[in-house]
């Protein structure tokens, strides 16, 4: 069945198209939004062209203050996949409607106060409640008692870590890694100061979903499937048995 609105006879008759004939019908609304663009386009060196870029500026400003906003990668800590010099765009809302953070986001946060006074750009490994251990037998990162392989993101050449650490992270906070984990100040070397190395979730700025400079390095950030087998928190999984709720 075809569900596309048809136009009727009455809907024709009822709303005429306005062509230039009829343009004398405009509203006196109209009339006075023609006038204040046309007294503001007057008033401005350039006359209509600078107002069009004004407008353009104010959107940009807009769209980078609240929705997408490049950050330029200024170290080696996230390489091989991210190189110093990359421009990457960061989702702004990602985490603005309910959603949080997950394991293997990559994530770019402002420091201050935990990790220094800038902004950083590094994995998820740990949500709030997850217990991360490094290492285990065959020296890879654990969490929550599940063996994560990360050898499709690592640095070639990297271990998971060099620094061995057992921590179990607060509700509410991200414990973050760096891919290049021999060239990366992270989460690891912060345990024994404020925070515990544990970035506040209310600190993450946004997720980098792009690559987007140099057009030769153009792409898209995807959650490795690294993660995807760990379990829940032991926390939470006892918490969901209290209350009745079954995974």
């Given at each position: 069945?075809?569900?596309?609105?048809?136009p009727?006879e009455?809907d024709?008759?009822?709303?005429?198209?306005?062509?230039?004939?009829?343009?004398?019908?405009?509203?006196?609304?109209d009339?006075?939004?023609?006038?204040?663009?046309?007294?503001?386009?007057?008033?401005?060196?350039?006359?209509?062209?600078?107002?069009?870029?004004?407008?353009?500026?104010?959107?940009?400003?807009?769209?980078?203050?609240?929705?997408?906003?490049p950050?330029?990668?200024?170290s080696?800590?996230?390489?091989?996949?991210?190189?110093?010099?990359?421009?990457?765009?960061?989702?702004k809302?990602?985490y603005r409607?309910?959603?949080?953070?997950?394991?293997?986001?990559?994530?770019?946060?402002?420091?201050?106060?935990?990790?220094?006074?800038?902004?950083?750009?590094?994995?998820?490994?740990?949500?709030?409640?997850?217990?991360?251990?490094?290492?285990?037998?065959?020296?890879?990162?654990?969490?929550?008692g599940?063996?994560?392989?990360?050898?499709?993101?690592?640095?070639?050449g990297?271990?998971?870590?060099?620094v061995?650490?057992?921590?179990?992270?607060?509700?509410?906070?991200?414990?973050?890694?760096?891919?290049?984990?021999s060239?990366?100040?992270?989460?690891?070397?912060h345990?024994?100061?404020?925070?515990?190395?544990?970035?506040?979730?209310?600190?993450?700025?946004?997720?980098?979903?792009?690559?987007?400079?140099?057009?030769?390095?153009?792409?898209?950030?995807?959650?490795?499937?690294?993660?995807?087998?760990?379990?829940?928190?032991p926390?939470?999984n006892?918490?969901?048995?209290?209350?009745?709720?079954?995974?």
């Amino acid at each position: 069945m075809d569900t596309e609105a048809q136009p009727t006879e009455r809907d024709r008759s009822s709303h005429p198209v306005r062509s230039e004939e009829n343009s004398d019908t405009e509203g006196p609304e109209d009339r006075s939004r023609f006038a204040l663009v046309s007294r503001a386009a007057e008033w401005l060196p350039g006359g209509r062209i600078t107002l069009t870029v004004l407008v353009c500026l104010v959107f940009l400003l807009l769209f980078s203050r609240f929705v997408i906003q490049p950050f330029e990668i200024p170290s080696r800590s996230m390489e091989s996949g991210l190189r110093i010099g990359d421009r990457v765009l960061v989702n702004k809302l990602a985490y603005r409607f309910g959603a949080e953070p997950r394991r293997g986001d990559v994530v770019v946060f402002d420091g201050t106060g935990y990790f220094g006074h800038a902004d950083y750009i590094k994995r998820v490994v740990g949500v709030g409640r997850d217990h991360v251990v490094c290492c285990d037998k065959e020296g890879r990162i654990e969490v929550n008692g599940r063996s994560v392989d990360e050898s499709t993101f690592l640095y070639p050449g990297d271990s998971p870590s060099t620094v061995s650490f057992d921590v179990v992270v607060p509700e509410g906070r991200l414990f973050v890694m760096g891919d290049h984990r021999s060239d990366s100040s992270d989460s690891r070397d912060h345990l024994g100061s404020p925070g515990g190395g544990m970035v506040p979730v209310g600190r993450v700025i946004g997720r980098a979903d792009w690559i987007a400079w140099p057009s030769d390095h153009w792409t898209r950030l995807e959650r490795p499937g690294a993660y995807a087998r760990v379990p829940g928190a032991p926390m939470a999984n006892a918490l969901n048995k209290a209350d009745g709720v079954h995974g």
